[in-house]
């Protein structure tokens, strides 16, 4: 059953890169990231029978940022027209994307995701040692995938200090757990997915998880933001993107987030559309 807050996507639009999010002004960082399942089915969580799972909200943690990093659009124009073509083909019209580079060598990797499905066409190199591209996607059943829309607009929070530089957050300030008995374990994603994860509103944190807390396994984790950096924590997030992919579902993440003067990030405003769709085939990782 498709839960009730989500709508029907459209299959005919989205903001693809001839028609990129923008902030207005060129944001000063890039940092992707991606975990790749290693783990047996044997290692995921029990599912609990006729039971709602109530999924664990992280906390943000602060975020790495490196000045002078080409940003998205410019990696996307850098991106061979065949692959984007062959992206496309799979994606149908562009939702979410980024491009970054990749390596010591500088290649770009370009992921996508659409009605279509997810594709990452990621940099490889064939046995004779000539440069090719591996593409991987999660093509999704037709008229499966769904859209929420979420405008996050919190009013600001009592004045409290936050981490220092430098400083590594207590395992209470990682995450906050579920409050009843139903909980389920944090879903399995790595430390640096989980402090990017962490900046997203609770509500977009569940409609990412859902799916993957009754046992799912999650293959693919995928994250991309550009911003501002303001001593290790974001003042703005201009092209934040974060993917959970499973044998299933995809769920999505993408937008912008700014904190507002007088705000923390545990109240900055958020513009997000969160989509989730069935996977009916798998090519590639």
């Avoid at 044998?247 to 923390?264: D, K």
Wanted: proline fraction near 10%; hydrophobic fraction near 35%; glycine fraction near 10%.
């Amino acid at each position: 059953m498709v839960p009730s807050e989500w709508e029907n996507a459209p299959s005919d639009s989205g903001h693809g890169p001839l028609q990129p999010w923008s902030a207005g002004r060129a944001a000063g960082i890039a940092r992707p990231g991606r975990d790749v399942a290693a783990r047996a089915p044997a290692d995921r969580s029990p599912a609990i029978a006729d039971q709602a799972r109530t999924p664990t909200t992280f906390r943000a943690q602060e975020l790495s940022f490196s000045s002078g990093a080409k940003l998205r659009d410019e990696c996307w124009s850098e991106l061979n027209g065949a692959i984007k073509a062959r992206i496309e083909a799979r994606t149908g019209p562009i939702h979410a994307w980024w491009a970054t580079v990749q390596g010591d060598d500088q290649r770009v990797k370009g992921v996508a995701f659409g009605p279509g499905g997810l594709c990452l066409a990621e940099p490889a190199i064939r046995t004779d040692h000539s440069p090719t591209y591996r593409l991987s996607s999660y093509l999704l059943r037709g008229g499966s995938l769904r859209r929420k829309a979420i405008e996050h607009r919190p009013p600001p929070g009592p004045a409290r200090s936050r981490p220092t530089a430098g400083t590594t957050p207590g395992p209470e300030n990682r995450y906050l757990p579920p409050p009843d008995s139903r909980a389920a374990p944090p879903i399995k994603i790595s430390a640096s997915a989980r402090r990017v994860f962490g900046y997203l509103p609770a509500y977009a944190q569940r409609l990412l998880q859902e799916p993957f807390l009754d046992g799912q396994e999650i293959l693919r984790t995928e994250w991309h933001y550009e911003g501002f950096d303001n001593n290790g924590w974001p003042s703005e997030l201009a092209n934040y993107t974060f993917v959970l992919a499973g044998p299933a579902q995809v769920t999505v993440a993408a937008g912008s987030m700014i904190v507002p003067a007088g705000h923390t990030v545990a109240t900055a405003h958020w513009s997000l559309a969160c989509y989730r769709g069935d996977v009916a085939q798998r090519i590639g990782q």
